[in-house]
């Protein structure tokens, strides 16, 4: 038995073949300057670590999304070592779009700006961009159309 492909299945396939070719490839973390966001895909209401080098034992990390605090993490003296003081903190974005995220280390006393690391661009997409129909691949394509 022979089985005629309607021009509308056709296009269809056709489409979802070309937003899979289209779709860019997973990026793995993203660094600069000693601050990291860990991801690949970031989408909003998930979260995620960031992690920086405090550089000195005793100060305050605070980490910012488009200049609004994210939230602040004190570090101990007896923390690291001189150059290496990690700290993380949980991140979890509420808008789609470009978010800049950048930290500063402030001294614990007088609160002055000892050392900055960043700024790491992310662009945070909506659940329904990252997947739609259960194919994560094609869902930014497919949520453009409309």
């Known amino acids: 038995m022979n089985k005629i492909i309607s021009g509308t299945g056709i296009g269809v396939m056709g489409l979802a073949a070309a937003a899979i070719a ?10 600069n300057a000693n601050l990291t966001v860990a991801g690949s895909q970031f989408v909003v209401n998930k979260s995620y670590s ?9 100060v ?5 999304d488009n200049g609004v605090e994210i939230g602040s993490v004190p570090t101990l003296l007896s923390q690291g070592s001189l150059g290496n003081v990690p700290v993380t903190i949980s991140w979890t ?42 194919i994560p691949v094609i869902g930014p394509a ?5």
């Open 22 to 31: 289209a779709a860019p490839m997973a990026a793995a973390d993203v660094t």
């Open 93 to 134: 974005p509420t808008t789609t779009g470009s978010h800049v995220i950048t930290e500063k280390n402030l001294d614990a006393i007088l609160g002055t700006t000892l050392s900055s690391d960043g700024p790491v661009n992310v662009n945070v997409i909506s659940q329904w961009d990252a997947t739609v129909g259960g």
């Open 60 to 64: 305050v990390t605070h980490f910012y």
């Open 142 to 146: 497919l949520g453009s159309l409309s």
């Open 50 to 58: 960031i992690t920086a080098n405090a550089q000195i034992p005793g």
